[in-house]
């Protein structure tokens, strides 16, 4: 197994860094944005993998995955209104840990990076690095769009 870091770009959110970190530091303000369709969506670009069964609670959120069986991710730090770290556990084919990192630009603007490290063996990565790094900054233009309140 060996060890992939997968970085977005800097993308810009129209809101307070405070708005943004409380929002994003609950999983359960994101379950209302993970249905069906967007498990689908993921299955599109990783075909071998069908994820269903999505369910989340504050600090974690579960789900199940074709032929590997539950997995989840849970937050296990939060840095107030800067980091959100969030690492695997259950029956993923990998280990990894995710980091959001929030900036002020103004008062109503944040700037916001994602960074994936990633636990995988060789033929996990020649089957999903690249769609790893273009998924990292897919999820962080989706994140831009979120009606943080």
Known sequence: MG???YTSDI???EQN???VFNFLSNFENLSQYV???LLE????QVPQIKVSDFESDADSCRFNISGLGEAEI???EREPHKTIKVTSSGKLPMEFTFWIQLLPVTPYQTKMKLTLHAEMGMMIKMMVGNKLEKGVN???EMLTKLPYR
Not at 41 to 44: I, P
């Open 3 to 5: 060890l992939s870091k």
């Open 35 to 37: 249905n069906e369709s």
């Open 17 to 19: 860094q405070e708005v």
């Open 41 to 44: 969506q993921v299955t599109k």
């Open 74 to 76: 849970r937050i296990v």
């Open 11 to 13: 993308h810009y959110i």
């Open 138 to 140: 897919q999820l962080a």
